[in-house]
């Protein structure tokens, strides 16, 4: 965006955050004009008849990930 090659683009607050941060952006050309509400980047869905047992592995799984 910056090089003018496009007007605008999307990426992840975090990615945006990072390269503001290291300074890999340069903020006086390329700025954020819009922020989406927070949201869950990762959802995982299973199917109802999954056995319980392993609902359970995996909802302990997800919650040990740091």
């Given at each position: 965006m910056a090089a003018g090659k496009v007007q605008a683009g999307a990426l992840n607050i975090s990615v945006?955050?990072?390269f503001v941060?290291?300074?890999k952006v340069?903020?006086?050309k390329v700025?954020?004009?819009y922020t989406t509400p927070t949201y869950y980047d990762?959802?995982?869905t299973v199917?109802?008849?999954m056995p319980?047992?392993?609902r359970e592995k995996?909802?302990?799984t997800a919650v040990a990930q740091p």
């Open positions: 945006w955050d990072k941060a290291d300074k340069d903020t006086t700025r954020a004009f990762y959802n995982w199917h109802a008849d319980a047992a392993l995996l909802a302990g």
